[in-house]
């Protein structure tokens, strides 16, 4: 039998940090759910926010320009945990050998994004991300009671009377994990987007199946749109051009190349990014044009590919220089602020279920992240469920319960297009600011994809999991924003259940 102490499905950030920090004693399986590195941590070009040795910085002003981004509507008590625990974090990066960029005094560099009103982000070059993330897996994959699962999809989850089941789909079979403790770090719901910055594996899966499970889902509705993704309009995953990228003094311009943000907000362009988001759909109306751009080309070139390597790489090969010329931006799905409640340990409405990560709601966000507190949030949090786990474990169980999974052999595919359909609703009903008409129709028609999915008997693979996750998102989301543009939802809303 597959007997773990704690079961971690996703392979980004929060799900790597928090295996690093558990007991050594426990035996820890950590599922990805495609490649070891296809995840939104590696993705993350901007940095990692935090005071940690600044004088001139202190977590009360991080704190208070995290609440200014987030509209007052953060968590005071978990924010004041992100913020004072910070340099804890990036200290224990720092010590497992993660490289961040140094001045040539030899002290950390540190960058300006949107929404700051201190130079605090800690970053390697516009690849922070994948820094990280290579630096905790190769930590990780040197631990002795850590097993790692790649390719393995999570297809159901069960609560027993001694923790959870899993039900995994590795290499084409049908595998059962049982643990006395499951921790959810799957990520976001960029894919139910027809346009985001996500990877591939951002289908909502952890958010979908806690919420079948009874945990509470909190503020799904509160989803962030960068402002500054590559407007190509030609691939279902739009490239990232970071906000690091105006914190050193980029220009946003409308289609008659004119700078636009002193029209809408003191701050120009490093206002925070639901600012400049909808800056630019009010100037788009105004001006009867969606082409907008982002333009460096002012700033010295040499200093410009050494600051940004990847994005001129990436820029230059889809026929973009941006030392010498505007590269075309448009917003895009980014981020996800609510998702699985949880409390300051991680700790969600089920005992013994664990979120982190994007999928998880802190409540440090509010309504909207503040650059380059996603990647903090993932390891102060993933750490303090480590911590919390590990004092629990020595009380729990010694058996394990190998719950029998229905496998629905023969079943069919599910019909073709739905996960089209969905992306399509969303992007219609849901896209920076609500489109009222198309709201309407749109939950309605996923009231009945959601139905159709989850009483349907299917062959349970991962266009299902995923078109499934995506439809309880969907409807999740789309609910929500119901309820606040009519006052109450006239749909029968129990039947989406």
Sequence with gaps: ????????????????????????????????????TLCNSSLAQGGIAGVYNSPDDSPELHKHDTFIAGGYENDPVSTDVL?????????????????????????????????????????????????????????VQKLENVEIWEN?????????????SFLILKDGKYETCNCHFAVFATGGIGRVYEFTTNSAIATGDGIAMAYRMGAEIK???????????????????CFLISEAVRG???????????????????????????????????????????????????????????RFPMIYKNLLEAGYDMTKEPVPIFPCQHYLMGGIKVDIYARTTIDGLYACGECSCTGVHGN?????????????????????????????PKDFIDYKFTLNEGAEHIPSGLRTEIRHIMQKAYFVMPDIPALAAGYERIIEIKQLLDNGRFKLDRDYVEARSLATVAFIVLGEAYQIAFGSVDIDYESGF
């Design 152 to 164: 393995a999809l999570m297809i159901r989850v069960r609560r027993t009377k001694t923790g959870f």
């Design 219 to 237: 503020n799904l509705s509160y989803i962030q749109f960068h402002p500054t993704a590559f407007n190509n309009r030609t691939t279902r995953e």
């Design 248 to 306: 050193e003094g980029a220009y946003l311009k409308n289609c008659k190349l004119e700078r636009f943000m002193q029209n809408y907000d003191k701050r120009l362009e490093l206002a925070p990014r639901d600012v400049v988001s909808h800056s630019i759909i009010f100037e788009a109306k105004k001006t009867g044009s969606d082409e907008f751009y982002l333009d460096i080309s002012h700033k010295d070139p040499e200093f410009v590919k050494n």
């Design 368 to 396: 909207n992240r503040l650059a380059s507190n996603s990647l903090l949030e993932a390891l102060v949090f993933s750490r303090r469920a480590a911590g919390d786990i590990s004092q629990r474990a020595k009380s729990a």
């Design 83 to 139: 913020v004072n625990e910070a340099k804890i974090d990036i200290a224990r990066l720092i010590e497992l050998g993660c490289e961040f960029d140094k001045q040539p005094d030899g002290d950390y560099h540190r960058t300006l994004e949107g929404g700051h009103g201190k130079h605090r982000i800690f970053h390697h070059k516009d690849a922070t991300g994948f820094e990280i993330e290579t630096t905790l897996l190769r930590n």
């Design 1 to 36: 039998m597959n007997n773990y102490d704690v079961v971690i499905a996703g392979c980004g950030a929060a799900g790597l940090y928090g295996a690093l920090n558990l007991d050594p004693s426990l035996k820890v399986l950590v599922l990805s759910k495609r490649e070891l």
